[in-house]
Antibody
Framework: QVQLQESGPGLVQPSQTLSLTCAVS??????????WSWIRQLPGKGLEWIGY???????YYNPSLKSRFTMSVDTSNNQFSLKLNSVTAADTAVYYC????????????????WGQGTLVTVSS | QSVLTQSPSASGTPGQKVTISCSGR????????VNWYQQLPGTAPKLLIY???QRPSGVPDRFSGSKSGTSASLAISGLQSEDETDYYC???????????FGGGTKLTVL
């Protein structure tokens, strides 16, 4: 059973950089066939997909979001990370990592395993 | 404002069948597969239905999904009190080039 666990600071000051890590257990990121996504849930419920990373390091970011996000992968520690720079209060959300399964043309796209989520509050 | 449109709330009585709808466009539901997630309070979303009508292992067959045109539906039969929670639809959007979600439907079991 694949498990994901997010970690990172719960409080970040405005204009600073948010850094989150997702540790994967029960399966290897390097085994291939899966992608690894970040999703956030803004206050009041809305879910927003941030993007995905493959074990090779290739990434895809949601074009609808401003390009302040950076994802990276650490296969030796079986984890992947998310950085968000120049944070504002609008970035306050619960951040989830998830295992991402999609077809090459994206017609099939779903998240089958999720981390428990980590609340990040942007405030001075 | 979410790209996929869901009614904010739905309700039913125990044992009843309820349907939650998700409306989109040709660029998302009209072309791509729809997935449904169940989110219990204080927990992460859980995959409930994928590729329109497929249930992951462990999901009761009381839950079913369907798609027609630019709309999709999640049906829950034999409603139970434990089904009272939030449900979200999602799909890839070819115009926005990303995964889009519905705003969520809160199901109340009366």
């Amino acid at each position: 059973q694949v498990q994901l666990q997010e970690s990172g600071p719960g409080l970040v000051q405005p204009s600073q950089t948010l850094s989150l890590t997702c540790a994967v257990s029960g399966g290897s990121i390097s085994s291939g066939g899966y992608f690894w996504s970040w999703i956030r849930q803004l206050p009041g419920k809305g879910l927003e997909w941030i993007g995905y990373i493959y074990y090779s390091g290739s990434t895809y970011y949601n074009p609808s979001l401003k390009s302040r996000f950076t994802m990276s992968v650490d296969t030796s520690n079986n984890q992947f990370s998310l950085k968000l720079n120049s944070v504002t209060a609008a970035d306050t959300a619960v951040y989830y990592c998830a295992r991402d399964r999609h077809s090459s043309g994206y017609s099939e796209y779903y998240f089958d395993y999720w981390g428990q989520g980590t609340l990040v509050t942007v405030s001075s | 404002q979410s790209v996929l449109t869901q009614s904010p709330s739905a309700s039913g009585t125990p044992g009843q069948k309820v349907t939650i709808s998700c409306s989109g466009r040709s660029s998302n539901i009209g072309t791509n597969n729809v997935n449904w997630y169940q989110q219990l309070p204080g927990t992460a979303p859980k995959l409930l239905i994928y590729n329109n009508d497929q249930r992951p292992s462990g999901v009761p067959d009381r839950f079913s999904g369907s798609k027609s045109g630019t709309s999709a539906s999640l049906a829950i039969s034999g409603l139970q009190s434990e089904d009272e929670t939030d449900y979200y639809c999602a799909a890839w959007d070819d115009s926005l080039h990303g995964v889009v979600f519905g705003g969520g439907t809160k199901l109340t079991v009366l």
